[in-house]
T-cell receptor, first 114, second 112 residues
Framework: DVKVTQSSRYLVKRTGEKVFLECVQD?????MFWYRQDPGLGLRLIYF???????EKGDIPEGYSVSREKKERFSLILESASTNQTSMYLC?????????????FGAGTRLSVL | GEDVEQSLFLSVREGDSSVINCTYT??????LYWYKQEPGAGLQLLTY?????DMKQDQRLTVLLNKKDKHLSLRIADTQTGDSAIYFC????????????FGGGTRLMVKP
């Protein structure tokens, strides 16, 4: 069974803190993604990675960075958290077969920045 | 630019059919998707349709695609309370396939 695991379901951080959100997949997928989900806006792509140590900016990369040191793990980093980064963060992965582009999602991390 | 739009909310009675609509703008999309998000959970792929198809049926789910109008719909027959969730429409942006554009999601509420 396909599994994408996000390390935390809920996080509360203070403004200015450095925040790490971790995601692990066990499907040997090449591609991994970080989205944020806000009511009425759907999912917006922050960053994605198509291979170890490779990354590409998505639609809203400002204020975020990512790290992909191992194939199974993709980390989202908020260098200095701000209140407008309070959101639900979803990680996804996808295999190399392009035809169907099916992404598998983790359960999400709900981050509150106070 | 790419944009995918959905209505925010739909309420139906248990046993009725639900129809969730979506419009998209990228005519080069090869695949279109419906994802379901239950409370407190991530997104789960429900179904997808290739752009050269008009219709796809899978048990209680029927997907209709009108490529001329760039309109996608998801019909759920005999809607159950367990179908209450947020439903997202998504399109592939290009054949490289790394990016999906999601709609804002439609919250389906099923009343007993």
């Amino acid at each position: 069974d396909v599994k994408v695991t996000q390390s935390s379901r809920y996080l509360v951080k203070r403004t200015g803190e450095k925040v790490f959100l971790e995601c692990v997949q066990d499907m040997d997928h090449e591609n991994m993604f970080w989205y944020r989900q806000d009511p009425g806006l759907g999912l917006r792509l922050i960053y994605f990675s198509y291979d170890v140590k490779m990354k590409e900016k998505g639609d809203i990369p400002e204020g975020y960075s990512v790290s992909r040191e191992k194939k199974e793990r993709f980390s989202l980093i908020l260098e200095s958290a701000s209140t407008n980064q309070t959101s639900m963060y979803l990680c996804a992965s996808r295999g190399q077969t392009l035809a169907k582009n099916i992404q598998y999602f983790g359960a999400g991390t709900r981050l509150s920045v106070l | 630019g790419e944009d995918v739009e959905q209505s925010l909310f739909l309420s139906v009675r248990e046993g009725d059919s639900s129809v969730i609509n979506c419009t998209y703008t990228d005519s080069s999309s090869t695949y279109l998707y419906w994802y379901k998000q239950e409370p407190g959970a991530g997104l789960q792929l429900l179904t997808y349709i290739f752009s050269n198809m008009d219709m796809k049926q899978d048990q209680r789910l029927t997907v209709l695609l009108n490529k001329k109008d760039k309109h996608l719909s998801l019909r759920i027959a005999d809607t159950q309370t367990g179908d209450s969730a947020i439903y997202f429409c998504a399109e592939s942006r290009n054949n490289a396939g790394n990016m999906l554009t999601f709609g804002g999601g439609t919250r389906l509420m099923v009343k007993p």
